[in-house]
């Protein structure tokens, strides 16, 4: 029987490159493609001999040529730290509009399902709590972060515009902060930050008073939700994350909690725009994917914690 072929854009990224473990795992031929520009090649150096796995370095702002038929296009190619979209606004931009535009059209061409990896961002600093997909949002389209939300919003409202013209069957998800193994140590995001802080003994760094809130998802469970969305008859949006809530502060204590690195923190400025709360309404999630994150932070961070102290 002939594999079905998946083209993962952004592959070489965190959730990328677990993702193109997954479906191979599954039985599918996958076709990576990546720009390395926050992408890095050891996340899928170990799947380049396999027959089933190939990579393209390109940058998806630009025309995709793939010959063959495809099933699947999942577009996850974009800077996602604060910190990358902050150097690269630009490329950010131009990857969540140029980028979405043609791996759309790619999926058009090939009459195959496309799956967008959107993002919680798009609810920027919400004024609803938690944000369920009803919610539009609250974004400053002028800030700093305006390059990624809204990019994420307008590859939202493109994917809609072809499948209400094109008819292609599409698919939104919108992946709340997400943490694991294979994260950069120098990646800018809260979870690397404090590991790499108290494995250098430095103190950890809080952006404001700490108060300000996240829900962490595992990698597993995130990557568990992709698959269900992909294999669903549901076209979304549909957040994607673990709905337990913490502040920045609790989040800070843990790691000192599960290390036993000596009690240091330092407070440091907020970073403009930073949204103050974020937790995800999981129940559209629940009952149309049946699904729901099983790994809670503490044994998450330890299992992160674990992989970053493998010599
Ligand atoms: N943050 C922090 N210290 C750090 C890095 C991040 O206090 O060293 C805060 C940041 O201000 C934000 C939260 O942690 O409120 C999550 O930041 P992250 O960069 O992980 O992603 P975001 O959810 O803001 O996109």
Redesign the pocket.
């Known amino acids: 029987m002939n594999k079905k072929i998946a083209v993962i854009t952004g592959g070489c990224g965190f959730l990328g490159s677990y993702l193109c473990e997954r479906l191979i795992g599954e039985g599918f031929k996958v076709i990576c493609i990546d720009n390395l520009i926050t992408g890095n090649l050891e996340n899928i150096r170990h799947l380049l001999n396999d027959n089933d796995f190939r990579f393209i370095k390109h940058n998806v702002t630009k025309y995709i040529k793939i010959r063959e038929k495809i099933d699947f296009v999942l577009h996850f190619a974009s800077p996602?730290?604060?910190?990358d979209y902050l150097k690269f606004p630009i490329q950010t931009l131009k990857v969540g509009s140029l980028g979405t535009h043609n791996a759309l059209g790619l999926a058009k061409a090939k009459r195959a399902k496309f799956l967008l990896a959107s993002?919680?961002?798009v609810y920027g600093d919400p004024l609803v709590h938690p944000q369920a997909e009803s919610y539009w949002g609250n974004v400053n389209p002028v800030g700093v972060?305006g390059c990624?939300d809204e990019s994420k919003r307008f590859a939202e409202a493109l994917t809609m515009a072809y499948q209400r013209m094109h008819k292609l069957d599409t698919k939104i998800i919108r992946i709340?902060?997400t943490?694991g193994p294979r994260m950069r140590i120098i990646?800018?995001?809260?979870?690397?930050?404090?590991i790499h802080?108290v494995l250098h003994n430095k103190p950890?760094?809080?952006?404001?008073k700490?108060t300000?809130?996240?829900s962490f998802c595992y990698i597993d469970d995130l990557v568990n939700g992709v698959f269900c969305m992909m294999n669903s008859g549901i076209s979304g949006p549909v957040n994607l994350g673990n709905p337990h809530e913490f502040t920045?502060l609790r989040?800070?204590k843990l790691v000192i909690k599960l290390t036993g690195a000596k009690k240091d923190i330092i407070f440091?400025p907020?970073?403009q725009d930073?949204?103050?709360q974020?937790q995800p309404d999981i129940s559209k999630a629940k009952k149309l994917l049946k699904w729901s994150p099983k790994i809670g932070l503490e044994e998450g961070l330890q299992k992160t914690l674990e992989w970053f102290l493998k010599p």
Do not use: H, M, W
Request: aromatic share 12%; charged share 25%.
């Open positions: 996602a730290s604060p910190e993002t919680s961002e972060r990624y709340f902060n943490y990646d800018g995001r809260v979870v690397p930050n404090f802080q950890l760094t809080i952006y404001g700490g300000q809130t996240r920045i989040l800070a440091k907020l970073p930073d949204p103050r974020r």
